[in-house]
């Protein structure tokens, strides 16, 4: 797809998630529900790349080690732009300490075997306001 394609650009969501196995599984999965997946590569600047994409929200693994999830889900939150946005973040159930500093942003977080197990109903939260109201 090129990036001229802006109408269907809004039916993306941003990936963040660098292993490849779930990585995949979940780009796979949002294709086949009509979305597109967008990647990008950790960095300094992952934040400000995710606000500049416009789409429907994130997924994001919060125990990724490539990027401080929590500090990038702070930013997001923080942002007016993403104030719609559909933000599904995963870990762990043992790691409580992530799981606490993400809902105290006002986020659920659900664990990876639940995420993993309803990755298909997970997936179909994206832009799932936008398809009652057509």
Same mark, same amino acid.
């Not at 780009?27 to 979305?35: Q, S, V």
């Not at 870990?91 to 799981?99: I, K, N, P, Q, W």
């Not at 993993?116 to 799932?128: D, I, M, P, S, T």
């Given at each position: 797809? @090129?990036?001229? @394609?802006?109408? !269907?650009?809004?039916? +993306?969501?941003?990936? %963040? ?12 999965? %949002?294709?086949?529900? &009509? ?5 990008f590569?950790? &960095?300094?600047? $992952?934040?400000?790349?995710?606000? +500049?994409?416009?789409?429907? &929200?994130?997924?994001?693994? $919060?125990?990724?080690? !490539?990027f401080? /999830? ?7 939150r ?10 599904? @973040?995963?870990? @762990?159930?043992?790691? #409580? ?7 105290a %942003? ?9 995420? +993993? $197990? !309803? $990755?298909?109903?997970? %997936?179909?939260?994206?832009? /799932? #306001? ?5």
């Amino acid at each position: 797809m @090129s990036e001229d @394609s802006e109408p !269907n650009r809004r039916q +993306a969501a941003v990936v %963040l998630v660098t292993e490849d196995f779930f990585c995949d599984r979940i780009c796979t999965t %949002l294709e086949a529900l &009509g979305r597109e997946a967008v990647r990008f590569e950790p &960095g300094d600047d $992952l934040l400000d790349r995710v606000l +500049a994409t416009d789409c429907l &929200g994130v997924v994001v693994d $919060l125990e990724d080690p !490539n990027f401080d /999830a929590p500090e990038v889900l702070k930013g997001i939150r923080a942002s007016e732009k993403s104030a719609d946005w559909t933000i599904l @973040s995963f870990c @762990s159930h043992e790691d #409580e300490e992530r799981m606490a500093k993400v809902t105290a %942003l006002g986020l659920t977080v659900t664990p990876r075997s639940t995420f +993993a $197990l !309803n $990755l298909v109903r997970k %997936l179909q939260e994206f832009g /799932a #306001e936008d398809e009652t109201d057509s």
